[in-house]
């Protein structure tokens, strides 16, 4: 039992590994391209820009419906990410705001989105502390 619970620990310490290497790869992937990433409110923006992030557009921020920064995207790039938080509000915004960029033909890179859902972090104002911490 103890030799299957230090294997079974070792599986999950290597997978945590995994996960951090994948996305510290995946964020220097995006700072090399300049990918625009999009996000719900300034926290959100301030935590990408602490990991070297820039390209960063905030849904909610200058009183604009959400539609018109969805337009606004999608004039401004063809190829976006959406990072919004990973609580029922978060979601519920991923959901819509994605629809509406793959009706308007820009493309989605969900990679780090699918990272951050796999390492449980839940608001993406939270990264910056979550990968100083995380296991190294």
Known sequence: DVACSNHVGSILFYSEMMTKWGLLEEIEKIKKENLLIVVEGKKDKSALEQIGLKNIFVLDENGKSLLIKIEEISQRDKECI?????????????????????????????????????SHLSHIEGIFTFLKNYPK
Do not use: M
């Not at 509000?89 to 990272?115: A, C, D, P």
């Open 82 to 118: 959406i990072l919004t938080d990973f609580d029922k509000k978060g979601k519920e915004i991923y959901k819509l705001v994605k629809s509406e960029l793959l009706q308007k033909g820009i493309t989605l890179n969900n990679k780090l989105r699918n990272l951050l859902l796999k």
